[in-house]
């Protein structure tokens, strides 16, 4: 079982920046993928972004291209989500989950991953 801690929220204005990390410990990180969700009060959990574990292949959310970028650092077990351009509707608490692949189970599924963190919260404000 891996172990995640993610940081790096805050208040911030649009059209500003954040960067998210997301810190792991337990398992081989190298071999899991991890992805970015977020959850908005009273809407679906939908997916963010997620990087895959041997390619680092990334995939967005069409609502995020070109604004988020996502990273992994192994040697330090974590994984970064930098947001720019940010916008009020990107406010929701964003959670760092990982696992391994799956066949047939894209990464843009909740089903796809297994440890979750409890999240950090980004507030946008207009």
């Known amino acids: 079982q891996v172990q995640l801690v993610e940081s790096g929220g805050g208040l911030v204005q649009a059209g500003d920046s954040l960067r998210l990390s997301c810190s792991a410990s337990?398992?081989?990180?190298?071999?899991?993928?991890v992805g970015w969700f977020r959850q908005a009060p009273g809407k679906e959990r939908e997916f963010v972004a997620a990087i895959a574990a041997i390619s680092s292949a990334t995939r967005y959310a069409d609502s995020v291209k070109g604004r988020f970028t996502v990273s992994r650092d192994n040697a330090k077990w974590t994984v970064f989500l930098q947001m720019s351009s940010l916008k009020p509707e990107d406010t929701a608490v964003y959670l760092c989950?990982?696992?391994?692949?799956?066949?047939?189970?894209?990464?843009?599924?909740?089903?796809?991953?297994?440890?979750w963190g409890q999240g950090t919260q980004v507030t946008v404000s207009p």
């Open positions: 989950p990982t696992g391994r692949t799956r066949i047939g189970i894209p990464a843009g599924v909740q089903d796809a991953y297994d440890d």
């Open positions: 337990g398992g081989t990180f190298s071999n899991y993928n």
